[in-house]
C-alpha cells in the first residue's frame, strides 16, 4: 500500500497500488527508452498493446503519434464523457543518472516526468476497464509532443474531439515543488502563455579599429536586451505577472576578434497569463527594438510567435477536482490555491477546445533519492515511482466521480 495516503485510501488508488510492481516496471522500461516528440513510436507501441489486452478500444496515429483509449461504462445512457490526458515525449538532454532504468538512448531522457505521467494513464486505464462503474465514455489521450511542439494542438487539428467528443478533459503534471501525497490547483492560471520572439538587428561591418566607419549591432543588441527589462518593469502594472527573457546573442565570430559583423540576433521567450498583456509586450517589443536601433544608425525586425497559450482551469471544473483530491487525500493535503507557474503546458489548447482542469501531483523527492528533490528539466531528475497510485487513482476517480449513474449522486 502506498505510504502517502492514509486512512484516506479509495478503491482506484488501492487497485493501483496492488499491481504497483507491474507499473513501476513499465515507468521504469518507458524512462529507459525516451523518444522526442512526434518520435513516440515504441511508446505508442507499448500503449496501444498495453490498452488492447486490458479490452479497450484503441485509435493510433492522431496528431501523428497520438493515442487514443476508449473505455465505456456499464451504461451510456447519459451520453456524457470525460477525457483524461497524459503527455508522453522526452526532452534531448543528456541523462546524468547512473541507476539501472536511466537512458539507452544517449542525448535523449525524461526528464519530465511523461514517462511517469503515460504510466498513471494507463494505470488508470486497467482500472476503469476493470469496473466500467460509470454512466458515460471516458477517453484517454496519449498525447505527443508537449515539449515544445504543441501536439495537443496537432491531436485537435486532426479532430480529436470530433471524433472523441469529451465534455470536459483533466491532466497532471507531477511537481517536484510539493510533497509526495499532496495535490495542488487553482480556479485559474495555472501555466503561462509561451512566445517565442527573435530579433535581428542590421548594422555595418567594418575593422574594430575603426568603429565609426561601422554601424555596431552589438551594442545595439546590448542596449535592446537593457531596455526590454522595463517593459514588464514599466509598462505592465505590478499585481500581474509577465516574464521577457532574452537568451541568446548570436553575432559575430569568436576568432574574429578585430571584426565588428553586419548583423546581430537576439532570441528570447515571454511569458504571461493574459492576453492583453500578451499583446502589450508584443507590441512594445516591437517599438522598443525599432527605435533603438534605428537611434544607432541600424535597423531591427522583430518575429513574435505565440507558441501555446495560457493554461487556464474552468471554475466548475476546478472545484469538482479539488472535492475529488479532497475525498483522496484530505482537505490538509490539498492546496486550491496554488501559485502559478511561468513555465508553459501545451493542455492549454485543450482547455481553449473544452473546459477542464489542470492540476499538479506532488512528487517530492524520490525513493533513495540524495540531495533532495531533483527539479524538472534537470540532468538527474527521474520521476517518483511511489506516487503511482495516487496519480492514477485519482484520474480513474474524477472520470468515474463525473460520469456516476444518477442513482449514485
Known amino acids: 500500500m502506498n505510504a502517502y495516503l492514509g486512512s484516506a ?14 507499473f513501476t516496471a513499465i515507468r521504469r522500461d518507458l524512462h529507459a527508452h525516451p523518444e522526442l516528440g512526434f518520435e513516440e513510436h515504441r511508446t505508442a507501441a507499448l500503449v496501444a498493446e498495453r490498452l488492447h489486452q486490458w479490452g479497450i478500444e484503441v485509435h493510433t496515429g492522431i496528431g501523428r503519434t497520438g493515442v487514443v483509449g476508449v473505455v465505456r461504462g456499464r451504461a451510456e445512457r447519459s ?41 498513471m494513464l494507463l494505470a488508470a486505464a486497467q482500472y476503469l476497464a476493470a469496473t466500467r462503474a460509470f454512466d458515460g465514455t471516458v477517453y484517454l489521450i496519449f498525447q505527443p509532443g ?9 491531436m485537435i487539428d486532426d479532430g480529436l474531439f470530433t471524433r472523441f467528443p469529451a465534455d470536459e478533459v483533466y491532466a497532471l503534471h507531477n511537481w517536484p515543488a510539493l510533497p509526495a501525497g499532496h495535490i495542488g490547483l487553482n480556479p485559474g492560471p495555472m501555466m503561462a502563455a509561451a512566445d517565442r520572439i527573435e530579433i535581428t538587428i542590421s548594422g555595418r561591418g567594418g575593422h574594430a579599429a575603426h568603429p565609426h566607419l561601422t554601424v555596431d549591432p552589438v551594442i545595439i543588441a546590448a542596449h535592446i536586451i537593457t531596455a526590454a527589462q522595463s517593459i514588464v518593469s514599466r509598462n505592465v502594472a505590478p499585481i500581474d505577472a509577465a516574464v521577457v527573457s532574452l537568451c541568446s546573442l548570436q553575432a559575430g565570430h569568436p576568432g574574429a576578434f578585430s571584426v565588428v559583423p553586419r548583423e546581430a540576433k537576439l532570441v528570447g521567450t515571454v511569458r504571461s497569463f493574459q492576453h492583453s498583456i500578451q499583446e502589450l509586450i508584443e507590441k512594445r517589443l516591437v517599438e522598443l527594438a525599432q527605435s533603438t536601433a534605428r537611434a544607432f544608425g541600424g535597423e531591427a525586425s522583430v518575429r513574435y510567435e505565440r507558441i501555446y497559450p495560457a493554461t487556464i482551469n474552468h471554475a466548475p471544473q476546478y472545484e469538482f477536482a479539488a472535492k475529488v483530491a479532497e475525498e483522496l487525500v484530505g482537505r490538509e493535503r490539498v492546496a486550491r490555491n496554488l501559485p502559478p507557474s511561468m513555465g508553459a503546458e501545451d493542455f492549454a489548447f485543450m482547455l481553449h477546445a473544452k473546459p477542464g482542469c489542470y492540476i499538479r501531483l506532488g512528487q517530492g523527492p524520490a525513493a533513495g533519492a540524495t540531495g533532495g528533490t531533483c527539479w524538472l528539466h534537470n540532468t538527474r531528475y527521474d520521476f517518483n515511482d511511489a506516487v503511482i497510485p495516487l496519480g492514477a487513482g485519482l484520474l480513474a476517480a474524477l472520470a468515474e466521480r463525473r460520469l456516476a449513474p444518477a442513482q449514485a449522486q
Do not use: Q, W, Y
Not at 485510501?9 to 507491474?22: C, G, I, K, M
Not at 508537449?146 to 496537432?154: N, P, Q
Open 9 to 22: 485510501l479509495r478503491s482506484p488508488v488501492s487497485f493501483v497500488a496492488e499491481r504497483h510492481d507491474e
Open 79 to 119: 451520453g456524457k464523457a470525460v477525457g483524461l490526458r497524459a503527455d508522453m515525449d522526452a526532452l534531448p538532454i543528456a541523462e546524468e543518472n547512473d541507476f539501472a532504468h536511466r537512458s539507452t538512448r544517449p542525448g535523449l531522457m525524461h526528464g519530465c516526468g511523461h514517462d511517469g505521467h503515460t504510466t
Open 146 to 154: 508537449e515539449e515544445g511542439h504543441a501536439g495537443a494542438k496537432a
